[in-house]
């Protein structure tokens, strides 16, 4: 299943780019969702998730390992 993404969804991507250009952004298909991951260095720094129905699931930062 083909999942387009809304306005807001790529221009939340164009922010995860702008904070992290270096990063690498991994996408994680799931049933009617897709989860962006950001990585930068090995470290997932940022998760974020869209829905088909075009929600944004908060950006969830992830704290670096002690």
Known sequence: MALELTT???RTIA???RRWPRAEFRIHRRTGAVIIE???DG???S???F???GHIENERRLAWAA
């Open 43 to 45: 470290r997932t720094l």
């Open 51 to 53: 829905d088909a129905a």
């Open 15 to 17: 922010r995860l780019r």
């Open 8 to 10: 807001d969804q790529v």
């Open 47 to 49: 998760l974020t998730r």
């Open 38 to 40: 950001v990585r930068e």
